[in-house]
Nanobody, 121 residues
Framework: QVQLVESGGGLVQAGGSLRLSCAAS????????MGWYRQAPEKQRELVAT???????NYADSAKGRFTISRDNAKNTVYLQMNSLQPEDTAIYYC???????????????WGQGTQVTVSS
């Protein structure tokens, strides 16, 4: 069983930065994929970025060049550094963990409760 707790969300002006953290209660080294997803009001949950146990990363087109996902297995924590934030990045951001090498939300076994990111123009 893995429990995930996100933190680091907040209100930021366009062009600003935030660093999200996802602390896991279990040992995330056993999870093949860790991911960040987001969901804006009245929209479906969408991929932001994923990272495998081998530290291979995958980003949504909207995140490439602006966001960086990383994981620290010793600290049981996954991070999402978000730079050059724009109003369209406003959403609830969720951390997720999967035993598989996965990108689709349905493949993820554990989810955090989410952290709100609001970007003002």
């Amino acid at each position: 069983q893995v429990q995930l707790v996100e933190s680091g969300g907040g209100l930021v002006q366009a062009g600003g930065s935030l660093r999200l953290s996802c602390a896991a209660s279990g040992r995330i080294f056993s999870m093949n994929s860790m991911g960040w997803y987001r969901q804006a009001p009245e929209k479906q949950r969408e991929l932001v970025a994923t990272i495998t146990s081998g530290r291979n990363t995958n980003y949504a087109d909207s995140a490439k060049g602006r966001f960086t996902i990383s994981r620290d297995n010793a600290k049981n924590t996954v991070y999402l550094q978000m730079n050059s934030l724009q109003p369209e990045d406003t959403a609830i951001y969720y951390c997720a963990a999967s035993y598989l090498i996965a990108r689709l939300p349905k493949a993820y076994d554990y989810w955090g409760q989410g952290t709100q990111v609001t970007v003002s123009s």
